[in-house]
């Protein structure tokens, strides 16, 4: 009996963590916060899954279509944007009040990534009842902008 408790438990507390997740996020503070918890120092790797399930219709399509075009290489897109590198390790996450306009949400989110400060933007649009990641750009050292890099012809 112990142990049917335990394992109820365990899948609850799993089911609800990525129920809350995968949710609906009315905030795009909890949204970015739910993002940048894929990013933790106990877990290896992000979710993908999840982290897609967060962002735009349009950005999504556009990330089908650099896979889709690309093939077996690899596409446009040779970093993670949410963290501006291949790698990470971040700290002093401070993601800020969104500023809105047009029915969208602009949130500025600073971090340092191995220790190099990262200063990024991240759009937002609602989709039904939620906020989805639109777009992400960086200034500093490695500039970018994700929409301008999706959308440009492929490299040869």
Do not use: C
Request: hydrophobic share 40%; proline share 5%; glycine share 8%.
């Amino acid at each position: 009996m112990k142990v049917w408790g335990v394992g109820f438990v365990a899948l609850s507390v799993a089911f609800v963590s990525g129920a809350a997740y995968a949710g609906d996020f009315a905030d795009p503070v909890k949204l970015l916060e739910a993002i940048y918890d894929q990013y933790a120092p106990s877990r290896e790797f992000p979710d993908d899954d999840l982290i897609t399930a967060q962002q735009s219709q349009r950005l999504n399509a556009l990330y089908d279509a650099d896979a889709r075009e690309a093939g077996d290489e690899i596409g446009r897109i040779d970093f993670d944007p949410y963290v501006n590198g291949q790698d990470y390790e971040i700290k002093r996450l401070k993601i800020d009040k969104p500023l809105y306009a047009g029915g969208k949400a602009i949130v500025h989110v600073t971090f340092e990534n191995f220790g190099d400060a990262q200063d990024l933007g991240i759009a937002l649009v609602k989709e039904g009842e939620s906020w989805k990641v639109d777009n992400i750009w960086a200034g500093g050292e490695y500039p970018f902008d994700l929409l301008d890099i999706l959308q440009a012809p492929l490299p040869k």
